[in-house]
């Protein structure tokens, strides 16, 4: 949830958290601007971190992916996967120790991974068709999926501790130059 404050005094701030988060994160407006540059360096190097970390991980696997192949990977997990994080899901089948089942995963389609990662349709099918070949997806009347078990579970933890360190260290960092405050209140600060 993304919110912000038209309370007096508080100009520019922006709050993320949900209704039950013991602390919120508040983004400076005011402060962004002001130190621009260093907020899109920060960014950027999180965005490339994060690819890095995921194309480091799936090489391990034997298999190197360029970076529109990992794209293309990512979107069809994460248009898949969308309907989950819009509902609830039985505890059971949060953590990823735990193969969801098919009927969970919703329809991914050549031109909904075109329109999530920005690569052309035609490049996207290429791409698509050499992901099968080489055992990361499967593609039928049911859409386009990964394979279940493709990316070892031990890898799956190791990037997503990979991930949040790279998260923590990035807000650290945003913190340490005053664009990024934490408000344990739950209220807007100035």
């Known amino acids: 949830m993304c919110t912000s404050s038209n309370n007096e005094g508080v100009s520019g701030a922006i709050r993320f958290a949900q209704r039950s988060d013991p602390m919120a994160i508040v983004v400076d407006k005011r402060a962004v601007e002001r130190k621009s540059r260093l907020v899109h360096i920060s960014l950027l190097s999180l965005n490339l971190r994060f690819m890095e970390n995921w194309r ?12 529109e192949s990992l794209m293309i ?17 039985e505890p059971d089948l949060q953590s990823l120790a735990k193969q969801l089942p098919s009927s969970r995963v919703g329809m ?15 490049t996207v ?16 009347r049911e859409g386009i999926r990964t394979v279940q078990g ?7 933890q190791e990037v997503i501790g990979a991930q949040l360190d790279i998260i923590a260290r990035i807000v650290s960092q945003l913190t340490r130059i005053g664009v990024l405050s934490s408000d344990r209140s739950g209220g807007f600060r100035a």
């Not at 991914?108 to 035609?122: D, H």
């Open 56 to 67: 480091s991980a799936l090489g391990s696997t034997g298999s190197a992916l360029c970076y």
């Open 73 to 89: 990977l990512m979107a069809i997990i994460v248009i898949g996967a969308e309907k989950i994080l819009r509902s609830e899901l």
């Open 108 to 122: 991914v389609n050549l031109s909904s991974i075109a329109a999530a990662t920005g690569i052309n349709r035609e």
């Open 125 to 140: 099918r290429r791409k698509v068709n050499n992901l099968k070949a080489a055992g990361w997806i499967t593609r039928d």
């Open 150 to 156: 493709v990316i070892p579970y031990e890898i799956l």
